[in-house]
């Protein structure tokens, strides 16, 4: 896949919308954000913590969260709907960077195992932009060929990737959150912050180097 078949996400071209946890908005050639966590990346208090504060977020929207929030979130106008996402992985985002879980990624090698993992087939079946592999999470930016490679490939790159890291780090079971949080560029003032927001989250986490491994293209 090369940089001329990519582009923003197009309301008038063809899409479609898979719903897991989170919804997934999938169009062919169409720059998305993508962010993996660790299994264990967020334990049972932070996850109760996290839950109250979307709670406030789905409130603060005049939706309510004990009923179907994301059915009428999907009604309002796109950039009302961008705006709340936005917010939601930001607070997510912010638990991430507190660094719970065992932080295999902080692991040099299991780190560039992602990464490499991630560009393996890039500009083939899709095109990568920006990566930074984090001590419990990934954020990636990436434009896929069709939608069945899209649902596929996070599939794969996730089941190998769990094997290399349980296998360097002497552990078993399950590393990856089955779910994704993603989300499909609109507009080039929203590509630019990401490609950012990937930029800065080692030193806005307080990495230090070696502590990641970032990755950035340019266009």
């Not at 049972?44 to 603060?60: D, G, K, T, V, Y």
């Not at 507190?98 to 992602?114: F, M, P, Q, S, T």
Request: positive net charge; glycine residues 6%.
């Amino acid at each position: 896949m090369k940089k001329d078949e990519v582009g923003l996400f197009e309301k008038s071209k063809e899409f479609s919308v898979y719903n897991r946890n989170f919804p997934h908005w999938i169009q062919t050639g169409a720059l998305c954000f993508v962010t993996w966590r660790a299994a264990d990346s967020l334990p049972e208090a932070a996850i109760r913590q996290l839950e109250a504060e979307i709670n406030q977020l789905i409130l603060r929207e005049n939706l309510n969260p004990k009923f179907d929030w994301k059915a009428e979130l999907s009604k309002r106008p796109g950039h009302q709907r961008a705006r709340f996402w936005k917010r939601l992985f930001c607070t997510r985002d912010k638990y991430l960077d507190a660094g719970y879980g065992r932080c295999l990624l902080d692991n040099k090698e299991c780190a560039i195992e992602v990464e490499h993992s991630i560009l393996h087939f890039d500009e083939e079946r899709y095109f990568v932009t920006d990566i930074v592999v984090m001590p419990n999470h990934v954020h990636f930016i990436a434009a896929y060929k069709d939608e069945d490679t899209f649902l596929k490939q996070n599939t794969d790159w996730k089941r190998f990737t769990a094997r290399k890291i349980n296998r360097l780090c002497g552990v078993a079971g399950d590393f990856w959150q089955v779910d994704q949080f993603d989300h499909l560029i609109r507009h080039s003032g929203s590509f630019d912050y990401y490609r950012k927001y990937i930029l800065d989250n080692p030193r806005n986490a307080g990495l230090s180097g070696g502590r990641y491994r970032h990755f950035s293209k340019h266009l």
